[in-house]
């Protein structure tokens, strides 16, 4: 599990909750920090935030589905930006789930457990 977010405090209240669902969790500070660290992690699911500085969630998305190490892991995208043409340009990317801040942890959990489940 990779938990992605310049926030510091959403990226640990996601993983503090993750951990807490029995998840293993590393967790990247954006875009590029995702991109060096997802070989090394090997995560199942990637949760990735929209909006971050140096590479945001739309591009490392991209560039995780265009590397055939990394095309197979599950992504979601956390974000503020929930509008029908954001979710329509995660599914022609291919990311599998789309969370809407602020969002109810249980939910993120179910949804991450559910993809995590599928890549097994």
Not at 62 to 87: F, G, N, W, Y
Not at 101 to 114: A, E, G, S
Request: hydrophobic share 45%; charged share 30%.
């Amino acid at each position: 599990m990779l938990v992605v977010d310049d926030d510091e405090v959403i990226r640990q209240l996601i993983a503090v909750n993750l951990q807490l669902e029995g998840f293993e969790v590393a967790t990247a500070v954006d875009g590029q920090d995702c991109l060096d660290k997802v070989r090394e992690v090997g995560p199942d699911v990637i949760t990735l935030d929209v909006m971050m500085p140096r590479l945001d969630g739309w591009v490392t998305a991209v560039r995780l589905r265009q590397d055939p190490a990394t095309s197979h892991i599950k992504v979601v995208m956390i974000t503020a930006r929930a509008q029908e043409h954001d979710v329509r340009r995660g599914e022609e990317i291919g990311v599998d789930a789309y969370v809407a801040k602020p969002f109810d942890p249980n939910h993120l959990i179910q949804t991450v457990r559910k993809l995590a489940a599928v890549s097994k």
